[in-house]
C-alpha cells in the first residue's frame, strides 16, 4: 500500500511577519509546499482565507492534508510536531526546556509586538520614537534571554534554530527598517550585541534569506498603508 502524499498549503502575506514565521518554519524543514499570497490589505479577503480561518479571517493559514491550522505560532509548532523526522526540530525534548523556549516566543508576541506596533502605525514622529525605545526595552530582555537559551551557541535553540528563532525572526526584516521609519535604529550592536549577530546569522540561513523582504520595500509599503488608511507621512525626528 502505498504511502499517502502530504499536502502543504500556505496562505500568507508577504509582508507579514507572522506568515514569514511559517514560511521560515517550513523552508527550513525543507518540506514542500504550495504558497497563496493573499489579497492586499485593502482589497478584501479571498474565499480560501475566510473558508480556512473564519474566526479571525487572517493569516497564516496553513492546510494540511485539506485541514487547516491558523495562528504562526500554532503552525511552527504543529510542522514539528507533524514532521519529527525532518530537521531541525524546533521544540526541545526536555519539558522543562520545552516551557521556556514558550514562554520566550509568548514574550516577542506580548511585550515585542504591543510595543512595536506604534512604530509601524503611530501618528507622530515623537509617538514612533518613544514606542521605538520602548522595543528597544523588550530587545534588552531578549539580550539577556538568549545568552541564557543559547548557552553560548548560535541560536536561542542552540547549535539550530529554535521556537523562539523562529518567531522573532519573523520580525527582523521590520527591525531592520525601524531606523528608516522612525530615525530609531533597533537590533543594534551596541546595545544588544549579541541579538545584532544572531538577526544577521538568522537572515543568513538557507531558507530564510530567499523570502525575507528587503528593507527597503518594507519601508516602501509602510509608506503606501500609512497614505491609504489617512496616517501622517511623518519624517524622521532629528537625532539627539
Known amino acids: 500500500m502505498e504511502?499517502?502524499?502530504?499536502?502543504?498549503?500556505?496562505?500568507?502575506y508577504w509582508s507579514s511577519p507572522f506568515a514569514l514565521r511559517a514560511r521560515y518554519a517550513l523552508n527550513l524543514k525543507g518540506l514542500p509546499y504550495a504558497y497563496v499570497e493573499e489579497v492586499g490589505l485593502f482589497d478584501g479577503k479571498s474565499p480560501l482565507l475566510l473558508a480556512s480561518?473564519?474566526?479571525?479571517?487572517?493569516?497564516?493559514?496553513?492546510?494540511?492534508?485539506?485541514?487547516?491550522?491558523?495562528?504562526?505560532?500554532?503552525?511552527?509548532?504543529y510542522v514539528d510536531e507533524a514532521f519529527p523526522a525532518s530537521s531541525p526540530r524546533f521544540l526541545p525534548s526536555d519539558p522543562h526546556e520545552r516551557a521556556v523556549a514558550r514562554f520566550w516566543a509568548s514574550y516577542v508576541d506580548g511585550e515585542l509586538l504591543s510595543a512595536w506596533l506604534p512604530v509601524y502605525g503611530g501618528r507622530t514622529g515623537e509617538?514612533?520614537?518613544?514606542?521605538?525605545?520602548?522595543?528597544?526595552?523588550?530587545?534588552?530582555?531578549l539580550e539577556r534571554a538568549f545568552g541564557e537559551c543559547s548557552k553560548g551557541k548560535g541560536f536561542f535553540g542552540w547549535d539550530t534554530v529554535?521556537?523562539?528563532?523562529?518567531?522573532?525572526?519573523?520580525?527582523?526584516?521590520?527591525?531592520?527598517?525601524?531606523?528608516?521609519?522612525?530615525?530609531?535604529?533597533?537590533?543594534?550592536?551596541?546595545?544588544?550585541?549579541?541579538?545584532?549577530?544572531?538577526?544577521e546569522?538568522?537572515?543568513a540561513l538557507h531558507g530564510v534569506k530567499e523570502v525575507m523582504p528587503d528593507p527597503q520595500r518594507l519601508l516602501e509599503y509602510n509608506l503606501m498603508r500609512r497614505a491609504r488608511l489617512g496616517l501622517p507621512l511623518t519624517p524622521r525626528p532629528p537625532q539627539q
Do not use: Y
Open 127 to 141: 509617538e514612533r520614537a518613544q514606542a521605538a525605545g520602548r522595543v528597544g526595552a523588550a530587545l534588552e530582555t
Open 162 to 199: 529554535g521556537l523562539v528563532d523562529v518567531v522573532l525572526g519573523g520580525f527582523v526584516g521590520w527591525l531592520k527598517t525601524s531606523e528608516a521609519m522612525c530615525g530609531v535604529r533597533l537590533l543594534d550592536a551596541a546595545a544588544t550585541p549579541l541579538l545584532a549577530a544572531w538577526a
Open 53 to 77: 480561518n473564519p474566526v479571525h479571517k487572517r493569516v497564516p493559514v496553513l492546510i494540511h492534508n485539506g485541514k487547516p491550522v491558523p495562528e504562526s505560532q500554532l503552525i511552527v509548532q
Open 3 to 12: 504511502e499517502e502524499e502530504e499536502e502543504l498549503t500556505l496562505v500568507g
Open 201 to 203: 546569522r538568522f537572515r
